[in-house]
């Protein structure tokens, strides 16, 4: 079972208060925004440092941890 990135769910939240503004400033779908949260797409190296640049989050590995 796949399980939620509560980190960056938080990070979303805190910042743009809904996926779906987050979604909107990254201009990507929703789903995609959900499939990642939910631990079903997995993002490459370049998407993850765009998403924690827009997120104003420093430390990429809090975001998106390795394992």
Same mark, same amino acid.
């Given at each position: 079972? =796949? &399980? ?5 769910? $938080? $990070? ?11 979604? $909107? ?8 925004? &959900? ?5 079903? =797409? ?9 998403? $924690? ?12 941890? =390795?394992?």
């Amino acid at each position: 079972m =796949k &399980s939620i990135n509560r980190e960056l769910r $938080a $990070a979303i939240v805190l910042k743009f208060g809904t996926q779906y503004n987050f979604s $909107a400033a990254l201009g990507v779908p929703n789903n995609m925004v &959900s499939l990642v949260v939910c631990g079903n =797409k997995v993002l490459n190296d370049e998407q993850k440092r765009h998403w $924690a640049r827009v997120l104003n989050v420093k430390d990429i590995e809090r975001l998106f941890p =390795k394992g």
